[in-house]
Structure formats: C-alpha cells, structure tokens
C-alpha cells in the first residue's frame, strides 16, 4: 500500500492557493490541517468564552479542551496528568529548566549536545552556569554533523543528572535511536532524559513509555495545528521539580509547568490535528478497533515510504554537484533520514542562492536556524548558514521536480 497523496493534499486547503508555488519550509511551521482550522473556527465563532462553567458554551468550550488533551496523552501512551500544553516548545522548555533545575548543585553534571535546537541547549546551560553545575557537550562529528552514540560513554558519570539530546536534528535531519540511546545512559548513570522532537514530531509521533524517556517535547505548529506545544514528563518525578504555576495550582499536573495559563482555542484546536489523523488512516485502512498509537504507527509506515521517495532524488542531486556540501546523512535507505535537507554552496552565499530560489517559486530559507551552535561547529557562517529544504508527507513528486529543476538553474 501507498500513501494516497492526492487524499492527503485534498486535506490542507492552503495547498490550492498558488498551485506554482513550492512550500519548502515545513520545519519552521507546517500547513494547517482542514480539521484543525474546523475546530478552532468553531471555537471562536461560538465558544469564546472563559471554559469549564456550567452554562452551555462555556461547557462545551470545557469538553473541547478536555478532548484534545485526552487524544494527545492517548496518542502519546501516557496518562492526562503527563501531558502539558504550553505556546512552544521553547516556552516549555524555558519552563522546565526553571522546575528541573531549582534542586541542581555544585558537583551535578549535565550533559547537552552541539546538535539542537537553542531551545533544548541554551535554556540548561544558562540554568547550570547559575547553579554551578558541569556541562558536558556530547559532540557531533565535524563533517557530517551525526551523533555518534560511542561518544556518549565516556561522558556519563554517576552526579549525572541529566542528558538533553534531540529526537531529530532541523539541519541534518537524521533520526537518533532515541530507544537505543535511553538505554545506554539508564545502564551507564542514573541521569534522566529529555528529548526535544520538534524536528521529528511531523514525521512520527512517538509513543513515549517505548522511548523510555523522562521528558519529550514537541511543537504542534509543525505538526499540522495550531501553535502550541506539547511536553510529557513522567509523572514519577513530578514530585522531584519544582511547580511553576501560582502556588495555589502547585500540585495540579496541567497546571504545574505551564504557568501562563492554557491558550483555550489553541488548546482544543489541537484535537484537529489527531481528527486529521484518524481520517487518513480511515481512508487507508478502514474502520479499526486499534488504539490511537497503533494507528499512528501504522500510518508512519505509509508516511516513512512516500518521504523517503521525496527526499532520495534532492539528496543524490546534492550530493553529486560539486559546488554543494550536504549535511548529514546522504541516503534514505536506513528508514532514518528526514526530508529535512541542508546544504552549503561552496561558490556563492546562502543568501544569493536562496533569493534564486525563492524567485522560483520555491518557499525556502538560509540562515542557522536556532542551531547556531552547530552551524559554527561545522565551521559555517552562522549570519549566513546553510539553505533548508524541508518537506513532510503531503509533498508531492511533482513539487521534487520543481525544487530540482530550480537548483539546478541556480547553480
């Protein structure tokens, strides 16, 4: 079975709005669902109002809430009271650094890498420089930009209290074997893991007692919805962090770590994206009895194929053009590569080849983007960076063809 592309892009209306025109920036938001926009425009048009009183639209506008957190912890293996809804995973984050690191020390070690996103870095290096505690950088490799998990060893120690690493890289693109990973730090320390998935999340949502992580977070922006982000974190260390809500909340799980209040259209507009979901698997494999997580996974299957044949052709076109150097890995064929691409040209700037391609209809951008520690570590200009092409799954072959045919122009 293949993934019915044209059903999916029948899915988001704003695909119809300039049929020319290639949308290449999916890392940095991607379209919205039509069943998202169909819950948040019923919200707003008839349940604006303060939620969980017991007049009709005040209940209703509850219910709403209600259901999109009970579908994403069900989506996610985990129970309601895991599950937080914040702005974005930077907010969340930034939160969390507050919760986790108020019990840090001098003589705690933490260990982050060179390959996020700021927004699972700079918040707990800034955290660990004002508690004292050891930071350790689990390296990339100065080429390819991958983690070698090998390097991790030497870097855990019993005061480890922490490891942050990210699910997928938004600039080289390569899925980490999160499980694989999680392992080794539990057997070699007694640190805790939090994975950011921003980069990952629109690819595969993930079932997170699997994973084994501690905390996982991702930005449903990016994931078909509206902009809000989701964080797990175990309820078994609730108790080990410190509350961030008004102290009155303290103790209330969806309350604890989101301390400016749920964003209540926001927050119910997020059961559109599962809806969208439940409808794309429907359409592929019927009506099903199988819990929210096994058809996730079963529709990552259709996903993984028809991503892997959007991205092949544009990395083996970079790949051989001498005036291009790719990031990352250079093939799909390990079923672990994302459509996430970024390139350096070696004989203009990012800047010049990018404008090209914007000029082709192509909706791309340049720059670091929040990455800019490892854009330096791989010895590139961070002001300029590194051009991102990045697709999810209702890009289609034609839209391959359009980005090829204007790279090659380009150059």
């Not at 989506?75 to 974005?88: R, Y």
Request: hydrophobic share 35%; aromatic share 8%.
């Amino acid at each position: 079975m293949k993934l019915d592309i044209d059903f999916v892009r029948s899915q988001f209306g704003q695909l119809a709005d300039d049929p020319e025109f290639v949308f290449a920036s999916n890392a940095g938001g991607s379209y919205v669902c039509n069943q998202a926009n169909h819950v948040l425009e019923h919200y707003n048009h008839h349940t604006r109002v303060q939620p969980y009183s017991r007049y009709p639209s005040s209940a209703e506008a509850g219910r709403a809430m209600d259901r999109a957190r009970q579908g994403w912890a069900d989506a996610l293996n985990i129970d309601p009271g895991e599950l937080t809804i914040g702005p974005s995973t930077s907010i969340n984050t930034y939160v969390m650094a507050q919760a986790i690191g108020d019990l840090w020390k001098p003589g705690d070690e933490i260990v982050v890498t060179n390959q996020d996103h700021e927004a699972n870095s700079g918040v707990w290096r800034r955290k660990a420089l004002e508690k004292g505690v050891t930071i350790r950088q689990w390296e990339v490799e100065p080429e390819s930009g991958l983690l070698d998990i090998e390097s991790l060893f030497p870097l855990l120690r019993d005061n480890t209290r922490w490891v942050f690493f990210t699910h997928c890289s938004n600039i080289v693109g390569t899925v980490n074997p999160v499980t694989e990973i999680v392992k080794t730090i539990k057997s070699g320390s007694n640190a805790r893991v939090f994975v950011d998935a921003v980069a990952y999340a629109p690819h595969h949502i993930s079932d997170m007692k699997a994973l084994g992580v501690d905390g996982y977070a991702f930005s449903l922006y990016k994931v078909f919805g509206p902009h809000q982000g989701l964080m797990y974190i175990n309820r078994d260390i609730h108790g080990d962090m410190t509350s961030q809500a008004h102290y009155f909340n303290s103790g209330n799980p969806a309350k604890d770590f989101n301390p400016a209040g749920p964003q209540h259209a926001q927050v119910a507009g997020c059961a559109g994206v599962l809806d969208y979901f439940d409808e794309l698997h429907r359409h592929h494999f019927g009506a099903s009895d199988k819990n929210s997580n096994a058809r996730l996974d079963e529709i990552h299957q259709l996903v993984l194929q028809h991503e892997n044949e959007l991205a092949a052709p544009i990395l083996d076109f970079i790949e051989h053009h001498a005036d291009l150097r790719l990031l990352g890995k250079t093939h799909t064929r390990d079923n672990d590569r994302a459509p996430t691409i970024a390139f350096k040209p070696l004989k203009q700037s990012a800047a010049e080849l990018t404008h090209k391609l914007q000029d082709a209809g192509i909706g791309t951008e340049h720059g670091n983007f929040y990455a800019h520690r490892l854009i330096s570590d791989l010895g590139i200009d961070p002001e300029d960076g590194v051009i991102r092409l990045s697709l999810v799954h209702y890009g289609n072959q034609d839209e391959v063809d359009r980005i090829l045919r204007a790279l090659d122009s380009a150059l």
